[in-house]
């Protein structure tokens, strides 16, 4: 089975976190759990790029982090705001176009 190159599911990485954080909020090591179930373990998040993804996705205004102690620990939880709505669509959008683009030159059969 071939094997996935980082520098394609790079630009994504923040539409699977934002996907997650759609209908509640979560925490780090629960999202890195989540990505790697829904993947069935054919994509596992480094926890380095996962904070990274945060950390930009904070500063850009499409998620928010909370502290909460509930659980008997100390937790940051992230939740998505409406401006990481409008992007985690506009993200599928370009995912739709992005996979139409590459199929046209993944048809035919070259491999032999």
């Known amino acids: 089975m071939a094997e996935l190159s980082s520098d ?11 996907y997650i954080l759609y209908e509640k909020p979560s925490y780090g ?29 904070e500063k850009a205004g499409q998620i928010t982090s909370f502290t909460d102690m509930s659980s008997g620990k100390k937790r940051t939880y992230y939740q ?16 739709i176009l992005t996979k139409e683009i590459v199929e046209c030159f993944i048809r035919g059969d070259r491999n032999g």
Do not use: H, P
Not at 8 to 18: H, K, N, Q, S
Not at 81 to 86: D, I, L, R, V, W
């Open 8 to 18: 394609v599911i790079r630009g994504y990485t923040d539409t699977m976190i934002l």
């Open 29 to 57: 090591y629960e999202i890195q759990k989540m990505i790697r179930m829904i993947t069935n373990e054919k994509f596992i998040i480094k926890e380095t790029t996962l904070y990274s993804a945060f950390s930009r996705l």
């Open 80 to 95: 998505i705001s409406e401006n990481g709505k409008e992007y985690y669509r506009a993200k599928c959008e370009e995912w």
